[in-house]
Each structure stands twice: as C-alpha cells, then as structure tokens.
C-alpha cells in the first residue's frame, strides 16, 4: 500500500511561482513511477508530468519549460516545482504512485495509477 499526502497549493498571481510536495509513506520506493495530475473546474483529469524510479520524466506540453518534478533519493517526497505560472494552470493538483511504467513522450492515462493522494488547491489569478 501507498498513502499519498499534498501540500503547498495556494493562490499566486500570473508569474508566479509555487512549490507542490507529496510526501509518501508505505511501499513508496518501490513503486515504477509517480506523478501529478490536475483538474480544474468542470473539466476532467489530466496529466502535469509523471517521474519514474530512474529519474526519467515526462510533461504534458502546456508545462513543458515551466514546471519541473523532482524526487527524493529515497523516493518518499515527491516534488513539482511551477514557475512562470498562469490562470489557466488554476486547478486542484493530485499526487499519485503507479506499478507500471510506459516508455515514449506520450503521458499515461490516470487509470493506470492506483494510488492518489486528496488534492490540493492552486490559484493564478490575472
């Protein structure tokens, strides 16, 4: 099992920046990847950027050059560091584990992860 706990959400305006932390307890090292997901209001859940065990990373394109993820050595904090922040980056932002890793840019679905943490809330406001 993975329990996965958020934090670091909150509101900043256009350009800014903010630092998300998943903190990870249970079989966290030896899950194949981790990764952040996001939703916004009224839209569905999409893949931020996922890591695996190696340190091979992929980013959706509306993040690419603007946010980075980052993992502890011993795996159990999971990190997204966002900069040059906009509106439409608004949304609540999930932390999740997954048992699998896919090779290729594509990003993974988020069915292929099992375990999420609760969520946290970031606001870029105009």
């Known amino acids: 099992q993975v329990q996965l706990v958020e934090s670091g959400g909150g509101s900043v305006q256009t350009g800014g920046s903010l630092r998300l932390s998943c903190a990870c307890s249970?079989?966290?090292?030896?899950?194949?990847?981790m990764g952040w997901f996001r939703q916004a209001p009224g839209k569905g859940r999409e893949g931020v950027a996922v890591?695996?065990?190696?340190?091979?990373?992929k980013y959706a394109n509306s993040v690419k050059g603007r946010f980075t993820i980052s993992q502890t050595n011993a795996r159990n904090t999971l990190y997204l560091q966002m900069s040059s922040l906009r509106p439409e980056d608004t949304a609540i932002y999930y932390c999740?584990?997954?048992?699998?890793?896919?090779?290729?840019?594509?990003?993974?679905?988020?069915?292929?992860?099992?375990?999420w943490g609760q969520g946290t809330q970031v606001t870029v406001s105009s």
């Open positions: 249970g079989y966290c090292a030896s899950s194949a990847s």
């Open positions: 999740a584990a997954s048992n699998d890793w896919y090779p290729g840019a594509t990003m993974p679905r988020e069915s292929t992860f099992a375990y």
């Open positions: 890591i695996n065990r190696f340190g091979n990373t």
